[in-house]
């Protein structure tokens, strides 16, 4: 496969089985990314690995500086990125554990750091967002998945909210009447810089939790760190499979 990235979130911050090589702190014209890139072999496969939200996570969703992120992954050589994310589960389907391959998103972000293109323009640029996932590295991770005999949901709307906070109910039923049948609060601006840097980006989503107001009591940290590990396993075996398909 061309060169692969993948972008770890929370529960993902250091990738087992990586056999690291080594480690490159990349200073950009956007600032410091999250952590040092970490090159090594999966598989026998040369990749990066970056935590998203720092090593140890120390960065929260609003925090992460994305466009330092992306820019140093391109910089590198990099030419796809898989991003694996946490999210709440709002579609019945959704359920806490699975793997969700999105194939939309809906930004309810602000104030977050979205574009390269602003400073310094000969002209202004309007990147085509119409599917704003790689549909290439989608079908590569739904086969490695199939072959592995591993359950990923195939398409999905993504509902990014700002955080840190987790939503009220009533927000997740507004969601949900938007046509979100996930809600996460990393997806954005990442997903829009890796396509203004030409990058193959797509997501695959953990289903740590269900949204608020679809179970009923609260949401426990402990229920979603129990979901992710269950999700994160799956994630393992279809890295394995994509990786030597
Ligand atoms: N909402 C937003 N982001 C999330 C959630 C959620 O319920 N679970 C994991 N990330």
Redesign the pocket.
């Known amino acids: 496969m061309s060169q692969l990235a993948i972008i770890g979130g929370?529960g993902l911050t250091r990738l087992a089985h990586l056999e690291i090589e080594r480690r490159e702190r990349v200073s950009t014209p956007y600032g410091e990314p999250s952590a040092a890139l970490v090159f090594g072999r999966l598989h026998e496969q040369e990749m990066v690995f970056l935590a998203r939200h720092g090593d140890p996570h120390i960065n929260p969703p609003h925090k992460v500086n994305y466009r330092a992120n992306l820019w140093a992954l391109k910089h590198v050589g990099v030419t796809s990125v898989l991003a694996v994310?946490?999210?709440?589960g709002i579609r019945a389907d959704m359920i806490p554990g699975r793997l969700v391959m999105p194939d939309q998103i809906i930004d309810y972000t602000y104030s977050r750091a979205h574009t390269f293109f602003e400073d310094d323009l000969e002209h202004v640029t309007h990147i085509d967002f119409t599917r704003p996932y790689s549909q290439w590295l989608r079908e590569k991770v739904l086969t490695a998945a199939k072959v592995a005999g591993i359950a990923v949901i195939d398409g999905g709307v993504y509902g990014c909210?700002q955080?840190p906070r987790?939503?009220t109910a009533a927000e997740i039923v507004r969601l949900e009447r938007d046509g979100c049948d996930l809600?996460?609060?990393t997806g954005m601006p990442e997903a829009a810089l890796a396509r203004e840097l030409d990058l193959d980006y797509a997501c695959c989503a953990v289903v740590?939790?269900?949204?608020?107001g679809k179970q009923a009591g609260e949401?426990t940290l402990v229920e979603?760190e129990a979901n992710l590990v269950a999700g994160l396993a799956d994630l393992a075996v279809v890295l394995r499979h994509l990786i030597q398909s």
Not at 208 to 212: G, I, R, V, Y
């Open positions: 929370t994310a946490a999210v709440g909210t955080g987790l939503e809600v996460g609060m740590a939790n269900w949204a608020a949401i979603i």
